[in-house]
Each structure stands twice: as structure tokens, then as C-alpha cells.
């Protein structure tokens, strides 16, 4: 899946995203994931050179995220994987690695 222009995509209206292929962001503008989103052990997420992709609350289950441009949390960034690149927390995100219960 492509994200190629700003704001939020409509096919995003699910619970939760779960991602098991390839996102990358592309394009001018931010884009937002505004639902809980899963990237699994297959999935890999890459935001190109000088891109915005923004997340809501991300859950990374041994998936890769290739950061070149700039990846935003603004909400829960948890569990582990492979993160290269640099992540910006907002005011309202908190990062917490790994994956404990509760």
C-alpha cells in the first residue's frame, strides 16, 4: 500500500489496521494513521526521504520500520522489531519497548 497524498486515508475507517506486507509513504504532506495499527512480523513500513507518515498508537510485532524521512507517534509506540531511523515522539506519545502482557 502507497500513501502518496496528505491527510488521512478512507479506506482507514477500520478498528485496527494490521499490516503483514509493505507501507511506504510517499508523497507531499503528513499522513496519518488514525486507528491502532499493527505492523506484524512479515509487515515493513518505509517512509521515504523528507515524508511524514504519522501513527495514533502502534503496536510492531517483530516487523521492520524503515524511518529516511520522519515517522510521528502521537500515541502508545510499543512491542519490538527492527526501527531504523529516527522517531519523534509528540506530546501526547510515549514510547515502550517490548511486548509485556497487560
Same mark, same amino acid.
Given at each position: 500500500?502507497?500513501?502518496?497524498?496528505?491527510?488521512?486515508?478512507?479506506?482507514?475507517?477500520?478498528? +485496527?489496521? &494490521? =499490516?503483514? @506486507?509493505?507501507?511506504?509513504?510517499? $508523497?507531499?504532506?503528513?499522513? #496519518?494513521?488514525?486507528?491502532?495499527?499493527?505492523?506484524?512480523?512479515?509487515?515493513?513500513?518505509?517512509?521515504?526521504?523528507?515524508?511524514?507518515?504519522?501513527?495514533?498508537?502502534?503496536?510492531?510485532?517483530?516487523? +521492520?520500520? &524503515? =524511518?529516511? @524521512?520522519?515517522?510521528?507517534?502521537? $500515541?502508545?509506540?510499543?512491542? #519490538?522489531?527492527?526501527?531504523?531511523?529516527?522517531?519523534?515522539?509528540?506530546?501526547?506519545?510515549?514510547?515502550?519497548?517490548?511486548?509485556?502482557?497487560?
Amino acid at each position: 500500500m502507497n500513501f502518496n497524498s496528505p491527510g488521512t486515508n478512507p479506506l482507514l475507517t477500520l478498528i +485496527n489496521f &494490521v =499490516n503483514r @506486507g509493505q507501507i511506504t509513504r510517499n $508523497g507531499s504532506g503528513v499522513q #496519518t494513521i488514525p486507528i491502532p495499527f499493527t505492523n506484524e512480523a512479515t509487515g515493513n513500513v518505509t517512509v521515504a526521504t523528507g515524508k511524514k507518515l504519522t501513527f495514533s498508537g502502534t503496536t510492531v510485532n517483530n516487523g +521492520n520500520m &524503515v =524511518n529516511n @524521512g520522519t515517522l510521528i507517534n502521537a $500515541g502508545l509506540m510499543k512491542g #519490538t522489531g527492527n526501527f531504523s531511523g529516527n522517531i519523534t515522539t509528540s506530546s501526547s506519545g510515549t514510547l515502550s519497548p517490548g511486548l509485556s502482557p497487560g
